[in-house]
Structures are given as C-alpha cells and as structure tokens.
C-alpha cells in the first residue's frame, strides 16, 4: 500500500543536540521490501529500525530515509583547560627530566600545546552512537504512527471504492441471471430446430443419441454455476473489506477467482446481452483488481 509519513525534530542526548529529519514512503508491492538511507556511522540503527516496520508492516516496498546533522555545530571548538593544564604539567615535568640527564628540549609553542589530544574539545566522541540510536529508535515510533495513520486512511478510502466495485459486480450477476433465464426459450426453439434438421439430413441416425447430443450441448452452455460461484465470491469480498486484518493478498487470490467465472460467462454466453454483462463483469473486475494492489 502506498504511505507517506515525515516528521522532523531536535534530540538532545549524552553525545550532544542533534537536528534530525526522518523520511519514511512506501509504494504498491507484493511482499515487505524494506529499505533504508541512513548515516553509516550509526550502528545499530538500522536493524532496531528493521524490526520496528516488521512488525508493524506486512506488504509495500518501504523506503526510510534520515537526515542527521549536530545542532551545536556552531559552537565551534573549545579550549579544554583542564586537558590544558595536564598538558603543561606533562610537559614540564619532561623538561625537567630532560635537564637532569643534561639534555635540552626545543621549546613548546602555544601550537604545539594546542596539537595535543583533548585540549581542543570539538565535541562529543562519538566512538560509542548507542545513546544517540537509542533516542533515534525512540523519536522513529512517532513516524511510524504517522505512517499507518496515512496507510489507515488511504486504506479506507480504498475499501469504499472497492466495495462500490463489489456491489457492481452482484448487480451485473443478478442481471446476468435474468438475461440467462429469458436466453432459455430461445434455446429451446434453437436445439428443437437443430434436432429437426439433423433429423431430416441423417433418417437413419438414432434418435435418441441425436438428443443426447443435444442435451450435452445445453448442459456447456449453461452458466448457473458460474453465477452462483459469483454469488460466492460477492460474499467472501464483502466478508474479507470488514476485516481489520490486512487483506491485499487475500482479495488478490479472489480476483482471480472472479476473473475466471467472467471469462467462462462470457464464452457460455451464446447470447449478445449475457455476452455485454460478461463483458461489463471482466471490465469492473480489471478495475477492482487494480485497486486491491494497493491493498495490504
């Protein structure tokens, strides 16, 4: 089914204030194909986020994508003073050493001093993102929610068009059935003149055999089952568009099920308006197939 849901945000965590911006679409498919865009640095992130959509998602080809950048990156580096001061001390007390055993150090210049690891703080560390995951994880399920709701209500809207579509479907088949009684009498006059004539060109053929073809022949043109099959079907539709459960693959199944009594309607039919409603059948089963892609 297709979805959108975005939604943006500010995270403050141990490893700093991040702005992050989450992107999640989702359009028509036959199994879950999930997909992520996501910062490769983050680790974890991607199959926290993974299972999340599993269990809330069970068809579409599902595309998350986010945006991360530091809040604070205007900052700008600092000076640390206390890694300053442990510098110095250090630097120092190697003077002194080097003295002592009558050496002599070039002196140290404030450059120097500030090339040193972790005097110059420009943030956070982060060797260790699992803070920042875990508030990611946290902020994705209101995206989430998001995105179902949209899925929710586009699925709604759907199952109103299809079950317009479904309660055409019962109308043409009842219309069918009408057209399918009023055919018989001129079945009848048809197989009663075909019998004459067969009579008349083979004397010597038996009689009764020559009705039993007949009869075969009125048996392969007879569409009741193919009507009542479609009864059958207009129920288990119906029955499967008040489920809460997803049903996409399900009503997939029962299209073709319909599409199959419509074709044999239609090659049974022998009679141009049981040969117009067949075609009418094939016409909105096309149309409601196509929608019941969009299904879940």
Same mark, same amino acid.
């Given at each position: 089914m297709t979805g959108y849901a975005a939604l943006g945000g500010e995270l403050v965590t141990e490893a700093g204030s991040f702005s992050c911006q989450w992107d999640l679409r989702s359009v028509n498919g036959r199994g879950l194909d999930l997909r992520f865009r996501l910062p490769d640095w983050l680790d974890g992130l991607e199959p926290g986020l993974r299972k999340m959509l599993a269990?809330?998602?069970?068809?579409?080809?599902v595309t998350l994508a986010l945006k991360l950048s530091r809040a604070d990156q205007d900052a700008g580096p600092r000076l640390n003073v206390t890694a300053l001061d442990a510098a110095v001390t250090l630097v120092l007390a190697a003077e002194r050493r080097a003295e002592s055993q009558?050496?002599?150090l070039a002196p140290?210049?404030?450059?120097?001093?500030?090339?040193?690891r972790g005097v110059i703080d420009t943030g956070p560390d982060m060797a260790e993102p699992a803070p920042l995951v875990a508030a990611l994880l946290e902020h994705a399920r209101g995206l989430i929610d998001?995105?179902? #709701?949209?899925?929710?209500?586009? @699925?709604?809207? +759907?199952?109103? =068009? *299809?079950?317009?579509q479904v309660d055409t479907i019962a109308r043409l088949t009842a219309q069918a059935r009408a057209a399918a009684e009023s055919r018989r009498g001129a079945q009848i006059e048809s197989l009663t003149a075909a019998l004459t004539r067969l009579s008349e060109a083979a004397p010597q053929a038996d009689p009764g055999r020559l009705e039993q073809e007949l009869a075969l022949i009125a048996v392969k043109t007879d569409v009741t089952e193919e009507l009542d099959r479609l009864d059958a079907?207009?129920?288990?539709?119906?029955?499967?568009?008040a489920e809460a459960a997803p049903i996409g693959r399900k009503l997939d199944f029962l299209m073709q099920e319909f599409n199959r009594e419509a074709n044999t309607l239609c090659s049974k039919a022998?009679? #141009?308006?049981?040969?117009?409603? @067949?075609?009418? +059948?094939?016409? =909105? *089963?096309d149309q409601m197939r196509e929608q019941v892609q969009n299904l879940e």
């Open positions: 269990d809330r998602l069970a068809r579409g080809n009558g050496l002599g140290m210049t404030a450059a120097d001093l500030l090339a040193l998001a995105f179902e #709701a949209a899925r929710a209500a586009e @699925g709604a809207a +759907l199952g109103q =068009v *299809i079950g317009v079907h207009v129920t288990a539709a119906r029955a499967l568009l022998q009679n #141009a308006e049981l040969t117009r409603i @067949g075609l009418d +059948l094939k016409t =909105v *089963i």
